[in-house]
């Protein structure tokens, strides 16, 4: 199985990421005009060109 650490996740324009659990970024998550809805918990690093979206029951860390 390849290992996902250290690469970039790109979602596409008009598209959209669902988190309803954990994710851990070791990378790169990069929006490119998409939606990141997150539900649950995010770690992590990473930059947003597109929107980023926190319901009431996520945290969202990017940079942290």
């Known amino acids: 199985m390849e290992s996902a650490l250290?690469?970039?996740?790109?979602?596409?324009s008009g598209a959209?990421?669902?988190?309803?659990?954990?994710v851990t970024?070791?990378?790169?998550?990069?929006?490119?005009g998409g939606n990141y809805i997150?539900?649950?918990i995010y770690k992590g690093t990473g930059f947003f060109d597109g929107n980023?979206?926190?319901?009431?029951?996520?945290?969202?860390r990017p940079g942290s």
């Open 6 to 12: 250290g690469k970039k996740l790109v979602v596409i």
């Open 16 to 22: 959209s990421l669902t988190n309803i659990g954990t």
């Open 25 to 32: 970024n070791n990378g790169t998550l990069k929006l490119d």
């Open 38 to 40: 997150n539900n649950g």
């Open 52 to 60: 980023l979206i926190n319901t009431n029951m996520g945290s969202v």
